[in-house]
DNA sequence: GTCAATTACGTTCTCCGTAAGGATG
DNA sequence: CATCCTTACGGAGAACGTAATTGAC
């Protein structure tokens, strides 16, 4: 038996009615069509429903007890199409994102709060995470995707480099190289530096580059941009960091200066588990994430 | 947009074993029809249910929120199915009848044990009423059909007469009367009467007949056979019984004569809604029930 | 006699299967 | 190059509509 859609409003309008030509008329079938759609969809299910002469139509007590029924699966099945069509036109739905803090700070919230224009009717979530972190929750699906830098085991996912950027010296207005326009590697020879963890992404590209420039290293590690900001504005060293943290360090009691280095770059990475297709919703954010990310960030001035 | 058993299995086919070809086998289709069902499918729907290349398939994001559903539906379109026959085969389902006490104390047990025996899965519910409100219990719908004498406002019912039965004169085995073979009614005349209630259907067909006799009648008027028996054996009075209600009075101080009034007779009705037609479990108990009031009753002896 | 459901019948259209086409690993 | 999904196409059967038939009031 195969029960389905049209059979039951069928059925239903003509439970209702109990008038062939009429419930033929609603469902835009000729009444003799309509009449044999009742004939075999009682015959399909072996009982007959209507108790009928050519003069009275009425439900047989085994119609009436399908009657709930037909009526209850025509709900769930519109209920579940227009469930599906909701989350097909971003009207429902939910996106969960990873990403590191520098692109949590700045470029996810306007890439959300674009979309949530748009799209009201969809929950937004974001996790922000150290690179670690971020390929942890995609793997454990918990994420639809994550922006977020290399990281360990990265060849489990499917990834997709969205940019990659320079790299800044940041450090007090008192030091040396606090004027310059530019300083390259070497210039910061004899420079005491502060870091970020060891698991943070920038830290992971600043490392090499300190090891071969010999410069001074602190033993301090923080998780936190503000904090490495607090540090370096109170005297306790430098730092390098990639263009997309400069929000933290637009501040007074800082200086930021360019780094000539244009082989040290940080990528950028969408990361998605392998085999996995983007959600309408997720895709549609990570199309306009894309763009924020795509014209630079505006810079804020860091008056000196 | 049609959504059918057929269509939902499919789908639910390809998400688990996500292979077109096995999926269609499973599905008794060529792989060609198959794939074709699965793109109306998404047609329909608006939105791509799978993700795939000649080489691999797999759920979409709406694909799998859709998945959860059509499991769903179909589960519930199979029970609604399977429950419906399951009523029309007698696998399950209720009746209830109505009856009096006199048809309710033997006729229709006996046939409650010889349907339940045939279908254990229907429940059998019974009320034994006397005439007025085995009416009004059709007429609440709380029965599926009555077995009662005729009542008032009978005309808005759908009846049929299933048998008329004939009377007998209960007495004392001490009254002047209780040797007779036969008595007619002019032989009444005189005796003392005790009754049924006014509204058992006993009493209303005893009435025309025992005030054309000129019978004594007594004020008692009482609602159960056993009482009516009670009250005789002791030498209060005499009644007029028909004849299914004689199993009450085979009692060692009780005479029973049939009365010879071919035209007195008590007609037993199906009663019904008007325009209501049975259900399959109700028309089965009713077909057996028909049997055993078609055939005389067994007899249990008088003891005189 | 009229209204309404069913049946008859020719037509349309959906759906299926065979076979060719094309993409992917 | 083998696998496997898609497209092409012709045919079978389901479903529809018009029209005639039957049945109830």
């Keep these: 038996m195969n029960l389905s859609h049209r059979v039951l409003k069928a059925f239903v309008e003509l439970a209702e009615c109990r008038h062939f030509t009429r419930a033929a008329e609603r469902c835009h079938l ?13 015959q399909d299910a072996g009982v007959p429903m209507f108790v009928r002469n050519t003069r009275n139509v009425s439900l047989s007590a085994e119609g009436a007890l399908f009657l709930e029924r037909a009526r209850r699966l025509i709900a769930d099945m519109e209920m579940s199409v227009a469930d599906l069509r909701d989350h097909a036109t971003l009207r429902k739905g939910r ?38 972190a971020c390929l942890e929750l995609v793997r454990q699906e918990r994420v639809d995707f994550a922006l977020t830098a290399p990281g360990p ?5 499917q990834c997709r480099l ?5 790299f800044f010296l940041v450090c007090s207005p008192a030091h040396p190289l606090a004027r310059r326009r530019r300083v390259t590697l070497r ?20 490392d090499p580059l300190t090891a071969g420039a010999g410069v001074l290293e602190s033993s301090i590690e923080i998780e936190q941009l503000a904090t490495l900001a607090g540090l370096i504005a109170n005297g306790l060293g430098v730092s390098l960091v990639p263009e997309l943290t400069l929000f933290q360090f637009a501040r007074r009691d800082l200086a930021v200066i360019p780094l000539d280095a244009p082989t040290l770059r940080r990528p ?32 804020r001035k860091a008056v000196s």
């Design 95 to 132: 996106v969960a994102v990873a990403a590191l803090p520098s692109l949590a700070a700045d470029v996810v919230p306007r890439a959300f709060a674009r979309f949530h224009g748009k799209h009201p009717g969809v929950t937004l979530e974001i996790f922000d995470r150290l690179s670690d």
């Design 268 to 299: 950028l990475l969408l990361v998605q588990r392998k085999g996995a297709v983007l959600s309408a919703a997720a895709a549609e954010l990570l199309a306009i994430t894309e763009e924020f990310l795509a014209r630079p960030m505006p810079r």
């Design 162 to 166: 969205l940019r990659s950027e320079p």
């Design 187 to 206: 210039e910061l020879a004899g420079c005491e530096f502060v870091h970020m963890a060891r698991n943070s992404s920038v830290r992971q590209h600043v």
């Design 30 to 42: 000729s009444q003799s069509a309509f009449s044999q759609l009742i004939q075999r969809l009682e």
């Design 153 to 157: 085991r990265l060849a489990e996912f």
